[in-house]
């Protein structure tokens, strides 16, 4: 039996390796189960759909849990190959170390992917790496302020106590199996459990390994996203993040127009009639000749409202008054009600919108990649600036952020503001009107209308707000309206009832603000030569709420517009075409701007004889019967936004490209 006893103590440590796999998979489904009863409960989904999405989410996790037992597998081969039994006495030591440090780093995957998710609804993507590049300390006093830490800490020390405690538990020598068989035999099945930990780690026999193929199981968006693991869902973000930012990104060629140009300009026209000679000139477009316009330059101010998702307005009321002073407006202006984020965070919804292009794809922003110190040349405050305008970017946070003010004054920006020129300019110590991310939206309000009250030449002026954000912090002074939390609304609504309810109070307290920034445009002689923008970067409510028309919701947004009565269009304006961030430009130029070139890739929402369709970089593509998941499209005015999109992220790629020539 001697001879067989090197042997047998590796099988019998792989064996304990097969235990402490199958306790770490129940774990992982523990998860999943966690995702499903706390987002997916409400969600459309048949028996048949929600087994597949456990049975695919058990494949992928065991795929995980194969890649991280795969070296220690290999490595009880090569021991066992070349007899070195002097370093079995080690093993068991050896191996609780290499678990404890595999298993802690899968255990914060997906503890960090599970707190995004709580956030966004969806797993990690690269932009979960923003937070590298973000303002670390802010992050803190958020994280803070907006969970009990003290309680997480110990619930993860728990955690990982009895994690450690299985680990050593499971991993100690033992001799439950005694095999007596031949050396060729031990070799079968050395190379019958190597082979099926790889079979088992790629988890398929396609052309692809399953982590890189996960197919739809459902139509339900959430049942559709619990199959992922987390370990792949924040390993892949990590490649979209490291290609983006060192710029080895071929958009071109993923969207299938590699070599195909021309034709991506054609269906992005809906014309094969276009300049083959010079592609950009394809995008060159000019405002209409408005004789209201001719000599006159309004004021234009665009305000993008952090985290305005309008889901949320659906359950406005007396006793639930979430709109505030804001309400009015919406009523008596103009109010596209099927727009979209281009995007699910703010620089990455910000950039695109000035820059008149839609978001790419697993991209970084511009200000933190190789393109911070490029000079858009169809940047919307150039296309202004040119027109005569003084143009201000107005951020109601540090400029330091995310290099926004470097890169904005680089964009056709005259002048770049943020939250210590604006406390400067109102005479206030910043302390006192500011939260952890900048100054009071009311504030960043008060900056922006006296600067138009005083000005002398016509203004541009885009304002970037900081609340309605984590940690959720409102003056003191502010008396909130009514916001008591219907059944209804509670029955959609995930998470912690009572931080929720203060990211209620935070986005009451935005909204108002804003309406009574417009009551005092409207009261004054500014009511006459301004046209003011609202939209918003994202829907972050999404990920606290449930709704009822998932994919149609989770991304809606604001794009309202106030224009003087003397500005108005004569025609009917279709408020309920689909649309996104890269129309908000070419609409605004065409309200604004007397026989103006300029260069975008949106479309003008005045225009009801071409295609409208909405753009979010996550996939999600509105049309005009609501929104669908590329490569989903079933209607054929789906199939056209479906091909649009393609073509539009292709054009953008070749522009952007464009500037590194």
Known sequence: MQKYQHFNFLINLLYSVLKLSIIVLLLMFSSRLYLFLNYGTMSNYSYSELFDAFFLGFRLDASMVAYINALGVLLMFIIWFLRISFIQKYLYSFYRLYFILFLSVLAGFTFT????????????????????????????????????????????????????????????????IELEISWLKQLSVFLFIIIGVALIGRGSVGIFPLAYSISDVSQDPLVNKLPQTP?????????????????????????????????????????????????LNNLVQKTSKNEKLKGRLPHVVVVMVESFGMPLLDYQSDSFNIMGRLKKHFEEDILFTSFISTSNGTIVSLEPTLLNITARPKSTSFAQSSYLNTHFKQASARVYKDAGYETSFVYGGDLFWRNVGSFMSRQGFDNTRGKGAIAKSLNKNINS???????????LY???????????????????????????????????????????????????????KRRFKDYAY?????????????????????????????????????????LTQIKRIPFYIYIPD???????????????????????????????SYTAIGTNLLDNNILHCGFNDAGVIMAKNGAFKDSKATTDIEKQCQEYYKASLAVTEYLIKSHKK
């Open 113 to 176: 992917d599970l707190t995004y998710f709580s956030f966004f609804g969806e797993h990690s993507t690269l932009m979960i790496f923003g937070v590298f590049d973000d303002d670390t300390e802010a992050l803190i006093r958020t994280a803070i302020s907006n969970y009990n830490v003290a309680l997480i800490s110990l619930l993860l020390v728990v955690f990982f106590t009895f994690l450690y405690f299985i680990i050593f538990k499971i991993l100690k020598v033992n001799k439950k």
């Open 231 to 279: 370990g792949f869902a924040i390993l892949d973000s990590y490649t979209q993040y490291s290609k983006s930012k060192s710029g080895n990104y071929n958009l071109i060629k993923t969207v299938g127009y590699k070599g195909k140009m021309p034709e991506a300009f054609e269906t992005y026209k809906h014309t094969t009639d276009i300049d083959r000679t010079n592609l």
């Open 433 to 443: 009107i500011s939260h952890d991310w900048g100054v009071f939206d009311e504030y």
């Open 446 to 500: 008060k900056y922006v209308y006296q600067k138009l009250e005083n000005a002398t030449s016509p203004q541009f002026i885009f304002v970037l707000t900081t609340n309605n954000h984590p940690p959720y912090t409102i003056p003191k002074d502010y008396k909130s309206t009514r916001l008591e939390v219907s059944k209804d609304l509670k029955d959609h609504i995930t998470g912690d009832i009572d931080l929720v």
């Open 510 to 550: 935005a909204v108002d603000s804003l309406g009574g920034f417009l009551d005092e445009v409207k009261a004054s002689s500014l009511a006459q030569n301004s046209v003011i923008a609202v939209t918003a970067d994202n829907n972050t409510v999404e990920g606290v709420m449930r709704y009822d028309n998932h």
């Open 566 to 596: 003397s500005l108005k269009p004569k025609e009917q304006i279709d408020t309920t075409i689909a649309s996104s961030h890269k129309d908000i430009f070419p609409t605004l130029y065409n309200l604004t701007l007397y026989d103006k």
